[in-house]
């Protein structure tokens, strides 16, 4: 973030960075961290915040990086009526009208929320494949009003994944938890048949790969691509006489948890339990770290 409050921004003064240390520390993170090989689980993608936290000339240059080092690009878009406002009286121009302006409109961008597109601006945006994370449960607790119109963007092009947003906004991480809201809310929207299990799913699975630009490689068990399963148990009292559907009853039935999850052929889960060694002690690390930055935000001016 580049754009304090005294710049009409959105953060406050002590969080903000210069351009120029924002695109060197982009460029030194890809260089250490970030493996562009097949089936590789870290990945770095360039994230200015939004269009009113950051300048547009850190959207151009960002752009500009991203394609140079052959990483994706990840904003916040149209989550908001007041970035409707903003945009216009500062730029001239709607959130999506001044997010290809400074050159992102491409399917090497994928988006946060994406509520407030007009229809014309959802086809745009799919024309071009940038890929949209649905995020329910922050749209909901942020309490905007709005509804991404996920049948339009999919039906438009746009490859549209699910997202949890972060902590300040939603503080549950369950992809699980987001996919049943993502079938609620999309029948709250447009009726019974305005969302199926089985759309959701495709989001939650394909529709993540397609935003990271990794259909074929993740998101799907087929010949070649990466070992990565989930095993939910549908069994007991929950799930009584529900199996007719099971992917409808996977979402219908819960909260629940998985019993497996193997990455690239790694089991992660076992019977509901994490497999890695030291977590206990992340978690108290974790939560020393949580504390010291609600230290930091109490005493923000």
Same mark, same amino acid.
């Given at each position: 973030?580049?754009?304090?409050?005294?710049?009409?921004?959105?953060?406050?003064?002590?969080?903000?960075?210069?351009?120029?240390?924002?695109?060197?520390?982009?460029?030194?993170?890809?260089?250490?961290?970030?493996?562009?090989?097949?089936?590789?689980?870290?990945?770095?993608?360039?994230?200015?915040?939004?269009?009113?936290?950051?300048?547009?000339?850190?959207?151009?240059?960002?752009?500009?990086?991203?394609?140079?080092?052959?990483?994706?690009?990840?904003?916040?878009?149209?989550?908001?009526?007041?970035?409707?406002?903003?945009?216009?009286?500062?730029?001239?121009?709607?959130?999506?009208?001044?997010?290809?302006?400074?050159?992102?409109?491409?399917? &090497?961008?994928?988006? #946060?929320?994406?509520?407030?597109?007009?229809?014309? !601006?959802? =086809?745009?945006? @799919? %024309? $071009? +494949?940038?890929?949209?994370?649905?995020?329910?449960?922050?749209?909901?607790?942020?309490?905007?009003?709005?509804?991404?119109?996920?049948?339009?963007?999919?039906?438009?092009?746009?490859?549209?994944?699910?997202?949890?947003?972060?902590?300040?906004?939603?503080?549950?991480?369950?992809?699980?938890?987001?996919?049943?809201?993502?079938?609620?809310?999309?029948?709250? &929207?447009?009726?019974? #048949?305005?969302?199926?299990?089985?759309?959701?799913? !495709?989001? =939650?699975?394909? @529709? %993540? $790969? +397609?935003?990271?630009?990794?259909?074929?490689?993740?998101?799907?068990?087929?010949?070649?691509?990466?070992?990565?399963?989930?095993?939910?148990?549908?069994?007991?009292?929950?799930?009584?006489?529900?199996?007719?559907?099971?992917?409808?009853?996977?979402?219908?039935?819960?909260?629940?948890?998985?019993?497996?999850?193997?990455?690239?052929?790694?089991?992660?889960? &076992?019977?509901?339990?994490?497999?890695?060694?030291?977590?206990?002690?992340?978690?108290?690390?974790?939560?020393?770290? $949580?504390?010291?930055?609600?230290?930091?935000?109490?005493?923000?001016?």
């Amino acid at each position: 973030m580049t754009l304090s409050v005294k710049d009409n921004g959105l953060p406050p003064d002590s969080v903000v960075q210069d351009d120029d240390d924002v695109l060197a520390d982009s460029e030194r993170l890809v260089s250490t961290h970030h493996d562009p090989g097949w089936g590789a689980t870290v990945r770095v993608a360039l994230g200015p915040c939004s269009v009113f936290s950051v300048s547009p000339g850190l959207m151009r240059r960002t752009a500009e990086l991203a394609e140079t080092l052959g990483v994706r690009l990840h904003t916040h878009l149209a989550e908001d009526r007041d970035e409707d406002s903003w945009c216009l009286e500062r730029f001239g121009r709607r959130p999506v009208e001044q997010f290809e302006e400074v050159g992102w409109l491409s399917g &090497r961008s994928w988006v #946060a929320h994406c509520i407030y597109p007009s229809p014309a !601006e959802a =086809a745009r945006l @799919g %024309g $071009a +494949g940038v890929g949209v994370a649905h995020c329910p449960s922050s749209n909901m607790l942020l309490a905007g009003g709005g509804f991404a119109p996920v049948r339009e963007l999919r039906a438009a092009g746009s490859p549209v994944g699910l997202g949890c947003d972060g902590s300040a906004s939603a503080d549950s991480a369950s992809l699980w938890l987001e996919a049943r809201t993502a079938l609620l809310l999309g029948r709250q &929207r447009l009726g019974p #048949a305005g969302m199926t299990a089985r759309e959701v799913l !495709e989001m =939650a699975t394909r @529709g %993540g $790969a +397609g935003c990271l630009g990794r259909l074929g490689e993740i998101g799907e068990l087929s010949v070649g691509a990466v070992g990565d399963l989930v095993c939910w148990p549908q069994q007991g009292v929950a799930f009584a006489g529900a199996l007719t559907d099971p992917v409808e009853a996977w979402l219908r039935c819960g909260p629940t948890v998985a019993r497996h999850t193997v990455v690239a052929g790694r089991v992660l889960v &076992r019977d509901g339990a994490l497999t890695g060694p030291g977590v206990e002690e992340m978690l108290v690390r974790h939560a020393a770290a $949580a504390a010291r930055l609600q230290r930091v935000t109490a005493a923000s001016p």
